[in-house]
C-alpha cells in the first residue's frame, strides 16, 4: 500500500475547510447537492467529513467542486506538498499529481507516445520554458509556418508567427478562416 495522502480522504479534508471557509453548514452542502440532481443531506457530507463515507463517485466529485467554488483539481488533491496515492501503490507529490491530472506532465513508466498523442491539438503544451518550444510546440510551429507558405507564397516572420501561435493572431494576409 503507498503511504500517501487517499483521494477520498483528499477529498473528504478539502470538502471540511471550503465548507467552513464558505460558512456553508453541512445541511447547505447537502441540499446544494441535491439541487444539483445527488440525493445528498447533512448526513451524507458529515459521514464524508468524518471518514465513515469511504467513497465518492466522479460524479458527486465534480458537483462537490461546483457547489464548492473550486476546481475539481484542487479539491482531489491537496495543495500543500504531500505523497498523494495516485493509485493503492503508487504515491507521487502533490504537484506531480496534479501535473499528470492537468495532461501536462506525465508518471513513471508512462508509454510517452500514448500520453502526449491523447491530447486535443489546441491543448497541446508548445512550451516547456519562456522561449522553449517543446517538440509538440515544433510541430506546430512547422505547421503554421507550411500553412502561411502554402496560402500566400511567402515566409512568417517570427514576431507574426509567435502572435498567432500564442495569441491567436492569424496573419492578416490569409485571411479569415471561415472564408467571410
Known amino acids: 500500500m503507498a503511504q500517501g495522502v487517499d483521494p477520498v480522504e483528499a477529498v473528504a479534508a478539502r470538502v471540511s475547510e471550503l465548507r467552513k471557509r464558505k460558512d456553508m453548514t ?6 446544494r447537492m441535491t439541487d444539483l440532481g445527488l ?3 447533512r448526513f451524507t457530507v458529515a459521514n464524508l467529513e468524518s471518514g465513515k463515507r469511504q467513497s465518492v463517485t466522479l460524479t458527486e466529485w465534480l458537483a462537490l467542486a461546483r457547489v464548492l467554488d473550486v476546481s475539481p483539481l484542487h479539491l482531489l488533491v491537496p495543495l500543500e506538498e504531500v505523497d498523494f496515492n495516485v493509485t493503492p501503490d503508487e504515491a507521487v507529490p502533490a504537484s506531480r499529481a496534479r501535473a499528470w491530472l492537468r495532461g501536462s506532465e506525465s508518471l513513471p513508466g508512462t508509454d510517452q507516445r500514448i500520453f502526449r498523442s491523447e491530447v486535443p491539438l489546441d491543448e497541446l503544451p508548445v512550451t516547456s520554458s519562456p522561449g522553449r518550444l517543446t517538440a509538440e510546440g515544433q510541430a506546430v510551429r512547422m505547421g503554421m509556418r ?10 512568417l516572420d517570427e514576431d507574426a508567427l509567435l502572435n498567432w501561435m500564442f495569441r491567436g493572431e492569424r496573419p492578416p494576409e490569409m485571411g479569415d478562416r471561415t472564408g467571410a
Do not use: H, L, Q, S
Open 39 to 41: 440525493k445528498w443531506d
Open 146 to 155: 507550411a500553412e502561411y507558405r502554402a496560402a500566400t507564397g511567402k515566409e
Open 26 to 31: 453541512a445541511a447547505e452542502v447537502g441540499r
